[in-house]
């Protein structure tokens, strides 16, 4: 039974809380688009694939309470409400791809109450689709695990980051239930400790075996040799492979290649971005420093302590093993297997 | 002004409580040796260095107690007393440095009051020596900085930890005395943040421009070319060179290697064990996972969450690009030039 981390209510939007999370369960029903932003933005929906789903809802939410009738009116109304919500998160390429998508639908529209009709159903539709693209990438990347592996993961990538089945830890699970033994390192991932809070909650919930260990500890076990994979998600991944994901997993990989230990990423291919050449043209969110400096409301610094918060970073592609995508797994030359996997129909 | 982490009181050692800062400035008196293991256990002291200096009061006070006058029994309470100062933290070469040099002290006495003035003696002179080495190294080291450099550095290795000047933040400190711009980045070192809490503190106090980052974030500010150096600590050093030093070393090392940037580590001469051949041969410490799974009371992962913590790691030889002590800075071939150092005579 997957966690519905967000889901459709006919006019309004039901999510779990994962600020809250691993204390307290707390579902919240948003009705208007600007809940959604501000529940993108203070991460209470987060993680690429979600907050892609989280951005098409929003904009059918912001839609159905435009009061305008005139065609044009409304599509400037929603220009704006599009733009609201493609500026609260700039490192994920799924905010931007449905948004794009649920823009391209309401241009097609014939008259409003039709467009509005449309962009729930696209908003359902793309929810369903993202949804099924995990499950099948996850089934896919579940073939490369051997039996009685143990496999690091960084940051979370499940239910709750993907809407669906997972990236990286639907790989994992879908490992499992396939009757492999199998082990998992989660990294705690500071500053918002999305390994240590959900990656748990969701391994505790899926009975997969894990030992929660802190970032500065990835290496230590790599190096003795007790990882047999490193699996993660991915954000936004450039034409020729380079990858953006949660800060932290540059050094994953780097630590990956000099141990021998395959390193891979997996992500619907709506997280690629073939509009950008490389990764250094991924623009990073650097986000409060307050997060480094604080743990939940603790203050861990001296006051005035000076942090730095980028959320991000970028593989670049020579450390990854494979890209791990629901229409195929793709290897080096990224340049061409992207495109080529981007390509093909389902 | 050096703040003073460990002061021999006469009959007493006042130390000032580490787990306790950056909130408040607690300095407690130990009168028992036993509250001096107490003390290194529960990392009030810490820091190689300091430890050791602290291991050499902790059997002053120990033999200043003991009743015996009779010569051979003073001797085999004094060694139950030592056994429990080596117990309490097992990877700090320094620890069991200071305890040897103290049982043979206690050796060479003829009469229990005597040994008891000896080995109080030695202790001071141990505090001396060592002080006088990190303020030595500190200098040796802050010639290799050039002026306008960002220096990253890991867990907290200044006066706190050495009861002296210090050793990587020694360097760094000088370096700026030496009227050279110097910024620096000091990684939180999770899982008892003693970068967040103490390295910000001693940078604060010294004036020096820091800014705090997770351990997570090093390899994207090494990756960017925004770290000129990175200089480490240290707990133990083998004959070959390899160092263990607190968890998230090693993955620096491979961090530095992997972008040119020199990786250099600082330590008196008291942290090298040409005893051992190699790292793999260095005992690492397990600490407790609550460590981990929470922050200063703050549960963070679900319930029941196991955890690991290994609370130091080995850098292989072959990523340090010099060793930084007292008596000179060396190269590989390590296993040549330790060997070397400990030689010559100060």
Same mark, same amino acid.
């Given at each position: 039974?997957?966690?519905k981390a967000i889901?459709?209510?006919?006019?309004?939007?039901?999510?779990l809380?994962?600020?809250?999370?691993p204390?307290?369960e707390v579902?919240?029903e948003?009705s208007?688009?600007?809940?959604?932003a501000s529940a993108?933005?203070?991460m209470k929906?987060?993680g690429a694939?979600?907050i892609g789903i989280?951005?098409a809802?929003?904009?059918?939410l912001?839609?159905?309470k435009?009061?305008?009738?005139?065609r044009?009116e409304?599509?400037?109304?929603?220009?704006?409400?599009?733009?609201?919500?493609?500026?609260t998160?700039?490192t994920?390429?799924?905010l931007?791809w449905?948004?794009?998508?649920?823009q391209?639908?309401?241009?097609?529209g014939?008259d409003?109450g039709?467009?509005?009709?449309?962009?729930v159903?696209?908003?359902v539709k793309?929810h369903?689709?993202?949804?099924?693209a995990?499950?099948?990438?996850?089934?896919?990347?579940?073939?490369?695990?051997r039996?009685?592996s143990?496999?690091?993961?960084?940051c979370?990538t499940?239910?709750l980051a993907?809407?669906?089945?997972?990236?990286?830890?639907g790989?994992?699970?879908?490992a499992?239930?396939?009757?492999k033994?199998i082990?998992?390192l989660?990294?705690e991932t500071?500053?918002?400790?999305?390994g240590a809070r959900?990656?748990a909650?969701?391994?505790k919930?899926?009975?997969?075996?894990?030992?929660?260990i &802190?970032?500065s500890? #990835?290496?230590?076990?790599? !190096?003795r040799g007790?990882?047999?994979y %490193?699996?993660v998600?991915?954000?936004r $991944?450039?034409?020729?492979?380079?990858t953006?994901n949660k800060?932290? &997993?540059?050094s994953l #990989?780097?630590l990956?290649r !000099?141990n021998d230990?395959?390193?891979? %990423?997996?992500?619907?291919?709506t997280? $690629?971005?073939?509009?950008?050449?490389?990764g250094?043209?991924?623009?990073?969110e650097?986000r409060?420093?307050?997060e480094?400096t604080?743990?939940q409301?603790?203050?861990l610094?001296p006051e005035?302590?000076?942090?730095a918060n980028?959320a991000?970073d970028?593989?670049p592609h020579?450390?990854?093993t494979?890209?791990?995508?629901e229409r195929?797994?793709?290897k080096?030359?990224?340049i061409?297997s992207?495109?080529?996997i981007l390509?093909t129909t389902?």
């Amino acid at each position: 039974m997957l966690t519905k981390a967000i889901e459709w209510l006919g006019d309004r939007v039901k999510i779990l809380d994962q600020t809250q999370l691993p204390r307290e369960e707390v579902y919240l029903e948003l009705s208007h688009y600007q809940d959604i932003a501000s529940a993108i933005i203070a991460m209470k929906i987060r993680g690429a694939p979600a907050i892609g789903i989280a951005g098409a809802y929003g904009v059918a939410l912001g839609a159905l309470k435009i009061e305008s009738v005139a065609r044009d009116e409304f599509l400037d109304k929603l220009r704006v409400i599009t733009q609201n919500l493609a500026a609260t998160r700039p490192t994920a390429k799924n905010l931007f791809w449905a948004i794009d998508r649920m823009q391209q639908v309401a241009q097609t529209g014939k008259d409003v109450g039709q467009i509005k009709k449309a962009l729930v159903a696209e908003a359902v539709k793309i929810h369903a689709e993202e949804a099924e693209a995990t499950r099948r990438l996850s089934q896919l990347g579940a073939e490369l695990i051997r039996d009685g592996s143990t496999i690091l993961t960084h940051c979370n990538t499940g239910p709750l980051a993907t809407a669906g089945y997972g990236t990286a830890l639907g790989v994992i699970i879908r490992a499992q239930a396939q009757g492999k033994r199998i082990k998992v390192l989660a990294t705690e991932t500071r500053p918002l400790l999305q390994g240590a809070r959900l990656t748990a909650w969701e391994l505790k919930k899926a009975s997969v075996p894990f030992t929660l260990i &802190t970032d500065s500890m #990835a290496g230590y076990f790599m !190096e003795r040799g007790e990882v047999d994979y %490193v699996i993660v998600g991915a954000d936004r $991944i450039a034409q020729n492979g380079d990858t953006a994901n949660k800060i932290g &997993t540059y050094s994953l #990989a780097v630590l990956a290649r !000099e141990n021998d230990v395959p390193f891979y %990423v997996a992500a619907p291919t709506t997280t $690629i971005d073939l509009s950008l050449a490389s990764g250094d043209k991924i623009l990073i969110e650097q986000r409060s420093p307050a997060e480094v400096t604080h743990i939940q409301e603790v203050s861990l610094a001296p006051e005035g302590t000076q942090a730095a918060n980028p959320a991000f970073d970028v593989t670049p592609h020579r450390y990854i093993t494979a890209i791990i995508t629901e229409r195929g797994i793709v290897k080096e030359p990224y340049i061409d297997s992207l495109e080529a996997i981007l390509l093909t129909t389902n």
